[in-house]
């Protein structure tokens, strides 16, 4: 498998264990219990600044070859290009909510929960199309230059989670995982 398809893949993984703590965080606002809003905050904004600024663009750059290359496929790498847009305005829109919650703004805490929800559900849903149909056939149609092509159009950085200097940009998402780690 070419290394670009195999970084997608972590990347999913990566993605999947922040919805489940996202999702854990958003029972406790349905129990009336307390979420830690800033661990939310650290969550969407790593989801901002990394999945939508690399991990997307990637795929769009695959998506946009295969498009190019054939029409075999067509209808499902359109849909998957729509759907990254879909996501970029649900991590802002989710952001903004989040910030006027702790501004006090008028907001409620069952609305900031709701986009929460809708972002949950999505990302989800999407991933899952993507591992289930897309990187299967993306990886049987197109060639290993194609895959280089795709990869060299966007900076390639890695994973923050990967990256141990990004510890004091998402501390308590970094304690959070190895929090995670230690008790499973
Ligand atoms: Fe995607
Ligand atoms: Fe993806």
């Known amino acids: ?43 969407i904004g790593y989801l901002g600044d990394y999945a939508d600024t690399f991990h997307h663009p990637i795929e769009d750059q695959l998506y946009q ?21 879909i996501t970029m305005n649900l991590t802002r829109e989710f952001k903004r909510a989040l910030e006027a919650l702790s501004k006090n703004s008028v907001i409620s805490r069952d609305r900031v929960a709701k986009l929460g929800w809708e972002y949950v559900e999505h990302q989800r849903t999407h991933m899952a199309f993507e591992e289930g149909e897309a990187f299967p056939f993306l990886r049987k149609e197109l060639s290993d ?37 230690n008790s499973s």
């Open 1 to 43: 498998m070419h290394r670009t398809l195999k970084k997608l893949y972590r990347d999913h993984a990566h993605i999947s264990r922040l919805m489940d703590a996202l999702e854990l965080q958003l029972n406790k606002i349905k129990q009336t219990d307390q979420p830690s809003f800033p661990l939310i905050s650290e969550i």
């Open 65 to 85: 070859i295969m498009l190019a290359h054939s029409d075999l496929g067509r209808e499902h790498m359109e849909k998957l290009l729509g759907e990254h847009m």
């Open 145 to 181: 230059e194609a895959f280089d092509v795709a990869a060299g159009a966007i900076p390639a950085i890695e994973d923050p989670l990967l990256d141990p200097n990004m510890t004091s940009r998402y501390p308590l998402l970094f304690e959070y995982l190895a929090q995670e780690k």
